[in-house]
Nanobody, 122 residues
Framework: QVYLAESGGGLVQAGGSLRLSCAASGGTFSMYNIGWFRQAPGKEREFVASMSRGGSTNYAGSVKGRFTISRDNAKNTAYLEMNSLKPEDTAVYYC????????????????WGQGTQVTVSS
């Protein structure tokens, strides 16, 4: 069992940057694959980025080149660095974890944080 808590969201102007953090507790963080998802009002939760326990990364096409996922196993924390933000990036951002194969679907992950709001103004 692992517990996740996101932080770092906020209001930023278009073109700006934010770094989200996902602090984990209650499990061996280094053994989990980590995913970041987001959900805008009225839309389904969508994949943003993932990092396997071995360090392999995957990004949604809409964020590739602008967002960077990373993890610090010594700090039990994952990060999502977001640059060149656009109004369409506005959403609640969630981190998620799983034991099994890395995935891009919400149902691939068994553990979720509570989310952090990111709002990008134009």
């Amino acid at each position: 069992q692992v517990y996740l808590a996101e932080s770092g969201g906020g209001l930023v102007q278009a073109g700006g940057s934010l770094r989200l953090s996902c602090a984990a507790s209650g499990g061996t963080f280094s053994m989990y694959n980590i995913g970041w998802f987001r959900q805008a009002p009225g839309k389904e939760r969508e994949f943003v980025a993932s990092m396997s326990r071995g360090g392999s990364t995957n990004y949604a096409g809409s964020v590739k080149g602008r967002f960077t996922i990373s993890r610090d196993n010594a700090k039990n924390t994952a990060y999502l660095e977001m640059n060149s933000l656009k109004p369409e990036d506005t959403a609640v951002y969630y981190c998620a974890a799983n034991w099994l194969a890395i995935g891009v679907r919400p149902q691939d992950y068994g553990y979720w944080g509570q989310g952090t709001q990111v709002t990008v103004s134009s």
